[in-house]
């Protein structure tokens, strides 16, 4: 079931949060206290048997109600499930104290409780989501510039454009854009592009573009292109493509075999054969040689 009512004063801005619905109805967050789907919501006074309900201004976790400040802010604190209710709040925006990836406020007045979408859609509409939102989608036309927030968030770019997308982000943009994810995200840019995604990362551009991936991570660059891991990395080049990886990562170039009339790919493990750390490498006769 989702309701919402009208946001109501200028000075109030909005918060986003999840919950859990209980099996007879009720909304909680992690800790058990208990949200209404709708109306005014308040930390309760002083309780010893629940310390960190009861507000304290303090800026560490606990004591107030917590959130996402206009929908933005380390979305690995919010519920993903299927099952997890989204909460729309207003609030003063006097009463807001910053943590870091969430906010927390003493009191406000519950809008929505519903989906995900729903609730974004309703804090677009009263102006108070950022571009960085949570868990959003931004798609951006040719030229254009999509940025979506953390976890989850996908940005897309058209021709000549750029997207970013947050942690576990995808980002996507067009012939000649760039694409930036975050830790573990996935970017793709198209021909002559820039890709660079975070740790853990996969990048992944056109021919004559740029690839970067962070420790751990794949970037690769089609027809003479640049591909550029980090440790333990893998960078994977196209025909004519330079490559270069940190400690222990792994390059890898394509080349044209003239006598089998194949392409074939050299592979080459850092610290092996020569080959260094953090120096950019091509082909020559199917050997890799450092360019200087």
Request: with cysteine; charged share 20%.
């Amino acid at each position: 079931m989702t309701t919402t009512i009208a946001m109501t004063s200028p000075d109030h801005t909005l918060m986003l949060r999840t919950c859990t619905r209980q099996s007879d109805g009720r909304l909680t967050s992690y800790d058990g206290f208990e949200w209404p789907s709708l109306g005014p919501v308040e930390c309760p006074d002083a309780d010893p048997a629940y310390p960190l309900r009861h507000w304290d201004p303090t800026p560490e976790c606990g004591n107030g109600l917590h959130g996402f400040l206009r929908g933005c802010g380390d979305g690995g604190l919010a519920s993903w499930g299927a099952d997890a209710v989204w909460l729309v709040v207003e609030i003063f925006a006097s009463d807001v104290v910053n943590l870091n990836g969430k906010v927390k406020v003493p009191r406000g007045r519950v809008l929505h409780a519903g989906k995900r979408e729903d609730a974004l859609a309703l804090m677009r509409s009263l102006g108070h989501l950022d571009d960085g939102h949570i868990g959003g989608t931004a798609t951006a036309g040719d030229g254009g510039t999509a940025t979506a927030g953390y976890m989850m968030g996908t940005a897309t770019a058209g021709y000549m454009g750029t997207a970013t997308a947050g942690d576990r982000g995808t980002a996507t943009a067009g012939d000649g854009g760039t694409a930036t994810a975050g830790d573990r995200g996935t970017a793709t840019a198209g021909d002559r592009g820039t890709a660079t995604a975070g740790d853990m990362g996969t990048a992944t551009a056109g021919d004559r573009g740029t690839a970067t991936a962070g420790d751990g991570g794949t970037a690769t660059a089609g027809y003479m292109g640049t591909a550029t891991a980090g440790d333990r990395g893998t960078a994977t080049a196209g025909y004519m493509g330079t490559a270069t990886a940190g400690d222990r990562g792994t390059v890898i170039i394509a080349w044209w075999d003239a006598k089998s009339d194949r392409m074939r790919r050299a592979v080459g493990y850092i610290g092996e054969d020569g080959l260094e750390p953090r120096k950019k490498y091509n082909l020559q006769d199917a050997k890799f040689v450092e360019v200087k």
